[in-house]
């Protein structure tokens, strides 16, 4: 059993309908951005990976810098609709280091998709290999994507990524991944839909699989529903993201691990798979 940890950067305030989405095409995202229901903050969380070929972060989680007034663009409709609480102490530099992880010890770093809530935490790693899907990087960059929600001016000025490009090797329902480790233990799957080039990350023990799932549903209890959220721009991607990830669980033992899931962290330390799959319920 590979040495996990769940890195809590603090928590996000979000709309109830960007939770779970309503309506379809143009009218979804109205709804969330016209809702005026908060849900209770939910934990932004990143991942750490103590592998044999070397550390591996997925996600980096928020940074405390959000607290500055003009850290998010105020003409845009999007960020009126979050609320990040991050102190300087729950920025993942810090925790890795409680770990005994330097930052230094990083050899990898991948992120699921470039929202300011995984990207943030950035600036802690200037030496590892940083890993995007070709896909979301070109989606977020430039004006193209600050005028979606990413914030590519924040963004190092050091980086330069390596950019995923899936290959056509099977992993169950999903018809291409990535594989990062010799050992093959590690691999990478687009899970496109809340963003356009959103990847998961697999990792495989003996007897289950660990499914760090970005924001592909904010809970299991969505993703079991197949409820698609609220601001994913492309609604059927999402849809068949998330048949193929109930594919997956009903296939192989899944512990499956949303960023902002409040229950994610007490799932990964029992190694508790998604309970009696057979009992999914799926929305028609
Ligand atoms: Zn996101």
Do not use: C
Not at 220 to 227: C, K, P, R, S
């Amino acid at each position: 059993m590979l040495g996990i940890h769940a890195i809590q950067t603090g928590t996000v305030g979000i709309k109830s309908k960007q939770l779970r989405g309503e309506g379809h095409g143009a009218r979804r995202l109205l709804n969330t951005l016209t809702d005026k229901t908060w849900d209770q903050p939910v934990p932004i969380y990143a991942w750490v990976i103590e592998h044999p070929e070397g550390v591996i972060v997925v996600d980096t989680g928020e940074t405390a810098m959000t607290a500055q007034q003009d850290y998010f663009p105020q003409w845009h409709p999007f960020f009126r609709q979050v609320k990040m609480f991050v102190s300087p102490e729950d920025e993942i530099g810090v925790q890795l280091m409680h770990l005994g992880i330097t930052s230094n010890d990083v050899r990898w770093v991948i992120l699921t998709h470039m929202h300011t809530d995984h990207a943030g935490g950035l600036h802690h790693f200037p030496r590892a290999e940083i890993l995007v899907a070709r896909k979301e990087y070109a989606t977020a960059r430039g004006l193209r994507g600050r005028l979606q929600g990413y914030l590519p001016h924040r963004w190092p000025r050091w980086f330069n990524p390596h950019l995923v490009d899936f290959t056509p090797e099977a992993v169950g329902p999903f018809s291409s991944s990535f594989a990062l480790t010799r050992a093959n233990d590690i691999i990478l799957l687009p899970t496109e839909g809340h963003t356009n080039g959103h990847l998961s990350v697999l990792v495989r023990e003996e007897h289950l699989s660990i499914f760090l799932a970005g924001d592909t549903s904010y809970t299991e209890q969505l993703m079991l529903e197949q409820a698609v959220d609220g601001v994913s721009p492309n609604e059927q991607a999402a849809r068949e993201t998330l048949q193929r990830i109930q594919a997956y669980v009903r296939m192989v033992p899944t512990v499956y691990l949303p960023s902002h899931d409040p229950a994610a962290k007490e799932r990964l330390s029992q190694r508790q798979t998604v309970l009696s799959p057979e009992t999914v319920k799926t929305v028609p």
